[in-house]
């Protein structure tokens, strides 16, 4: 029977829709083609094992065997959960007051602000407390080696593996000439540790773990301290029964709980003993999991933690978003999957927690574990382009919970709405020192709230960070100061700018944070027309009244006061700011593109790259040149092996240049661990790829010469 023409025609165009489908990505392929894998000791790359609010972190062993020589290398090995804080007794009853100093404020006021730190007792202690506490170190102990202690050198053939999709490390080598299979992995649901370890010396008693458990850190060294071994009498390990030990440090509680059987064999050492489930299986295995916990409870078992885990993960890669190069022939297109991929894995593992996380995640600490709120939106606003804005969410909880917090210290200042620390705990309390004085960490909770509404578009979202949102815009407006002989506002001093190079007690009007504060109230305007509310006259004020962002020769400048960017080397290092108001934030009229092109054409001629550049700039001046049309300026600077923006094969991105190690005779970078410059290359390449609001350019931020095949799935754009 001969079919219409019209029906034929109709079968045709289907078909050919159909045909022209593209495939979905094979994200495990993605994935797992960029599973770390290591044939030596790296000090560099130990791997990890998280859930994203605790996590475990290994040398070669699959354990935590070699400590000290990480440690002492390159990256420590340690075990932390954010919810373990441990407080010194205030003896003194110090307080902020104890380490402040008066401020002169452009309106003649004064202001007290607690900017003494390490140079009083006080200042030190409030710095110090409370701190993120590290839980047990868990090693490998064979019967034939002194003390137990495995050597480097015993560890022969090794061969390492992270299955990122699962979220599984297995270890492989030989000891002695017998096979050793360490097999590591987190419980999703528990804060848990699995291991499995396969060997004949397991069945002849001569291999098993051991957990030991510090004092804490040294508290003499505030970035990547070691643990401190030291005074075991000043802290508790109690075997509670043969599964559970209760620990003490000072007034902190928590405890670990074991699968198998424990033996306590020193004052805070443990031999974990083979369980009867492995023995029933094979007596060359043995596995168990351990579970920390601020309260005793049973561990799950080894089974269960490993398939939550592996739920876990494939979950994660399996939803939200997804980006795929293959088939890319420009050289630099394996590195920047590599370093996406990575990336994603080590914040979903380390990042994701009620109290925001530090700069270093959950792998070691820095500043005794402090959040840094000016890192809150590049250590987590990535997850929403991402498609993970739950995991923000998660984060974004700690503002909300401390909103009394925030109104208190607002009050405090003679500020109306909330006003946030700096460096802070679960508490948010101030860390004493220059911190606060940092200001642009406060419109980061009007920035990241507008990301997830405008990405949910929903009334829940909107209702949700309402008071977050309008709260810190009234702040931001009452900390403006406004000059009626100018017509103008003025922002500080003092004020430590973003460039933490200027004088604190006399900067005024830093371009970044001028643009910073406009936007952050033009959002909050919008958000009060959503909830029907009228705007505000104060702020619309504001807005209508910034000053123009200060520039000399053509070009902005990093703050007004201090207007010699351009005409002295000192204040060419450490982050080039004066980029951020378009890059970091979006195109607004504000801005002079013309003026922009010519700062980023400053910034990448003159600026001092190698004294002092963070890992988080690379990617920031990258957004610069990705909103400037200058894509192949993005891809290059975003992936330039300069100082602190080299990655080392387990993703991480050490701060700290050769040059600077070498003047102050460190063996190791001063920063092992930096996390914002992997949230900030995420964010970036979210821009890079799908862009912003308005853009209509394919994939801004690549060049158009025929090198680059990029799929996306899922990727939304940026304001």
């Known amino acids: ?129 409370p701190r993120l506490h590290p839980l047990g170190q868990l090693s490998l102990v064979w019967d034939d080696a002194p003390n137990g202690q495995l050597a480097e050198s ?75 071994w030291t005074s075991p009498d000043s802290h508790r390990s109690t075997l509670v029964d043969q599964h559970t030990i209760a620990r003490e440090v000072e007034s902190t509680h928590y405890f670990a709980t074991c699968s198998n059987a424990l033996q306590q064999v020193d004052t805070h050492s443990f031999l974990i003993g083979k369980g009867v489930e492995a023995q029933l299986q094979t007596p060359n295995s043995t596995q168990f999991t351990l579970r920390y916990a601020s309260f005793a409870d049973a561990a799950p078992s080894y089974a269960t933690a490993l398939q939550r885990g592996r739920d876990r993960w494939e979950t994660f890669w399996s939803t939200g978003a997804a980006v795929d190069f293959a088939g890319s022939t420009n050289p630099l297109a394996d590195k920047l999957e590599k370093r996406m991929i990575l990336s994603r894995y080590l914040t979903a593992a380390q990042s994701v927690a009620p109290v925001p996380p530090q700069e270093s995640g959950l792998t070691c600490n820095t500043w005794y574990g402090k959040h840094h709120t000016e890192m809150t939106w590049w250590n987590i606003g990535h997850f929403i382009p991402w498609g993970k804005s739950e995991y923000a969410e998660t984060n974004l909880q700690w503002f909300l919970d401390n909103l009394p917090n925030a109104r208190l210290l607002a009050e405090n200042r003679g500020l109306r709405g909330a006003r946030w620390s700096k460096m802070t705990g679960p508490d948010m309390r101030e860390s004493p020192g220059g911190n606060p004085m940092i200001f642009w960490n406060q419109p980061h909770p009007i920035h990241l709230s507008h990301m997830l509404w405008k990405q949910s578009g929903s009334e829940e979202t909107l209702r949700r960070y309402a008071e977050l949102v309008l709260d810190t815009a009234d702040c931001l407006a009452t900390m403006l100061h406004f000059d009626e002989e100018r017509g103008e506002y003025l922002l500080g001093p003092p004020l430590w700018i973003a460039q933490e190079i200027h004088d604190q007690a006399t900067s005024q009007n830093p371009s970044f944070e001028l643009a910073y504060w406009r936007l952050a109230l033009q959002i909050a305007q919008e958000w009060r027309e959503a909830l029907s509310l009228p705007r505000h006259p104060e702020w619309d004020h504001a807005i209508a009244h910034m000053p123009e962002l200060p520039q000399a020769h053509g070009m ?55 004294a002092k550049i963070w890992g988080w700039d690379y990617p920031m001046i990258a957004m610069t040149a990705t909103r400037l049309g200058r894509p192949q300026e993005a891809l290059e600077i975003l992936l330039r092996d300069g100082p602190n923006n080299v990655y080392n094969a387990n993703g991480h991105c050490p701060q700290g240049s050769d040059r600077v190690r070498r003047s102050a005779n460190q063996s190791r970078p001063e920063i092992a661990v930096y996390l914002p410059a992997n949230g900030s290359f995420l964010s970036t390449l979210a821009l890079m790829v799908a862009g912003w609001e308005g853009c209509q350019v394919e994939h801004p931020g690549f060049p158009k010469d025929g090198t680059w095949t990029i799929r996306a799935e899922g990727l939304s754009p940026l304001l």
């Open 1 to 129: 029977m001969k079919l219409p023409l019209i029906f034929t025609l109709s079968i045709h165009l289907a078909t050919s829709v159909i045909a022209s489908a593209p495939a979905p990505i094979d994200r495990q392929a993605v994935v797992s083609r960029h599973n770390p894998s290591l044939t030596a000791i790296d000090y560099g790359a130990p791997l990890t094992v998280g859930n994203g609010a605790f996590a475990f972190t290994v040398d070669i062993t699959g354990l935590q065997s070699f400590g000290e020589a990480y440690h002492q290398n390159a990256i420590p090995l340690e075990t932390l959960a954010r919810w373990c804080w441990v407080t010194e007794e205030n003896a003194e009853g110090y307080t902020l007051a104890d380490a402040s100093v008066e401020f002169v404020q452009p309106n003649g006021k004064t202001i007290l602000l607690p900017s003494r730190g390490t140079s009083t007792e006080a200042g030190l202690w409030l710095r110090r407390n």
């Open 154 to 228: 015993d560890i022969q053939s090794p061969q390492q593996t992270l299955d990122l999709w699962q979220g599984v490390i297995t270890s492989s080598f030989t000891l002695a000439g017998q096979a050793v299979t360490v097999t590591t992995t987190c419980d999703a649901a528990t804060d848990t540790i699995a291991v499995k370890i396969d060997s004949p010396l397991v069945a002849q008693g001569k291999l098993r773990a051991r957990l030991d458990f510090p004092k804490g850190h040294d508290l003499a060294v505030k970035n990547t301290p070691g643990l401190d």
């Open 556 to 610: 902005y400048v990093a703050l007004e006061s201090h207007p010699d960017t351009w005409d002295n080397i000192d204040s060419r290092h450490d982050h080039p700011q004066m980029l951020m108001p378009l890059g970091f934030l979006p195109d607004t009229d504000y801005v002079n593109r013309d003026i922009m092109h010519a700062t980023l054409d400053g910034v990448i001629a003159h600026w001092d790259w190698e």
